[in-house]
């Protein structure tokens, strides 16, 4: 596995502000991948971000909204902006650091919360 | 499309007993992998025990056993021996094998199973 960092730990934001969380791994992955976990919710795959190209997003999940940097091998941000309360959820990373082994190691996570 | 559906939103056990938590998953694909994750209230969601569809064999990690049943489309997690520590929130989750080596798949999660492991 790998050690994976998110940053903040939890926020409470105010509707039509953005914020931007960090994710940190202690080696260099090909692949994170952004995931949302809604109020008492499973997890859903918001995108896929490579390094050096554009992020994939899934279906119902838009750039302008979430937009993802992927500046090297051990890091992204993911950017919520324009926040209303439907976007107060958990967010959460994750890499696979196992060549091969197609197993993803999660983030512990950004706690949201928009008033 | 997959879906997983996981048909027990919450489970009880006492300690030290054995409880079984159930999964079963709907794809055309033939080659894929079935994971259980655990989240406690930490919400840190860790990994408990892994499958790939084309092994025969049920995965084991220590307390942490499977019965995987391909035919079925049925991927059961049991927990032996079960500790206060035991719980969480468990998913169960399937991923398309799409080759290459490292993760290209979307992970599709169930609902999970709320498991409460009383002293």
């Known amino acids: 596995s790998a050690v994976i960092s998110q940053k903040p730990s939890r926020d409470i934001c105010q509707r039509g502000t953005s914020l931007t969380i960090q994710c940190q791994v202690d080696s260099q992955v090909t692949m994170m991948f952004w995931y949302r976990q809604q109020p008492g919710q499973s997890l859903t795959l918001i995108a896929t971000a490579n390094q050096g190209s554009e992020a994939t997003y899934e279906s119902g999940f838009v750039i302008d909204k979430f937009p993802i940097s992927r500046p090297n091998l051990t890091f992204s941000t993911l950017t919520v902006s324009n926040m209303s309360p439907e976007d107060s959820s958990i967010y959460l990373c994750?890499?696979?650091?196992?060549?091969?082994?197609?197993?993803?190691?999660f983030g512990p996570g950004t706690r949201l919360t928009v008033l | 499309a997959q879906t997983v559906t996981q048909s027990q939103p919450e489970m009880s056990v006492q300690e030290a007993e054995t409880v079984t938590l159930s999964c079963t998953y709907d794809?055309?694909?033939?080659?894929?992998?079935l994971f259980w994750y655990k989240q406690p209230p930490s919400r840190q969601m860790i990994l408990v025990i892994r499958q790939e569809a084309y092994k025969q064999q049920n995965a084991t990690e220590n307390r942490f056993s499977v019965n995987f049943q391909k035919a079925a489309k049925s991927f059961s997690l049991k927990i032996s021996d079960s500790q206060l520590g035991d719980t969480a929130m468990y998913f169960c989750?399937?991923?398309?094998?799409?080759?290459?080596?490292?993760?290209?798949?979307?992970?599709?999660f169930g609902k999970g199973t709320k498991l409460s492991v009383k002293p």
């Open positions: 794809t055309s694909e033939s080659n894929y992998y």
């Open positions: 994750s890499v696979d650091v196992s060549l091969g082994t197609d197993t993803q190691y």
């Open positions: 989750a399937f991923m398309k094998h799409l080759g290459g080596g490292g993760s290209q798949g979307n992970l599709i």
